[in-house]
């Protein structure tokens, strides 16, 4: 019975924003840290690092 349910076929986001090319130029450029105080002026780049990279390379350091 458990066979015969449908299933979504996972795929991959083509949302590409800009904050996701920033935080992928850091970690082609071999930046280890990024020190930043979160806020409104951030919030893209702090959710690139941290959703889109997954705090690797750079990692974030919160001040």
Known sequence: ???EIDRP???ETT???GSDAIALMMRELGTPY???NPGSSFRGLHDSIVNHLG???PKMLLC
């Open 1 to 3: 019975m458990r066979d």
């Open 9 to 11: 076929v996972p795929c």
């Open 15 to 17: 949302d590409v924003y």
């Open 34 to 36: 990024v020190a930043l």
């Open 55 to 57: 705090n690797r390379d």
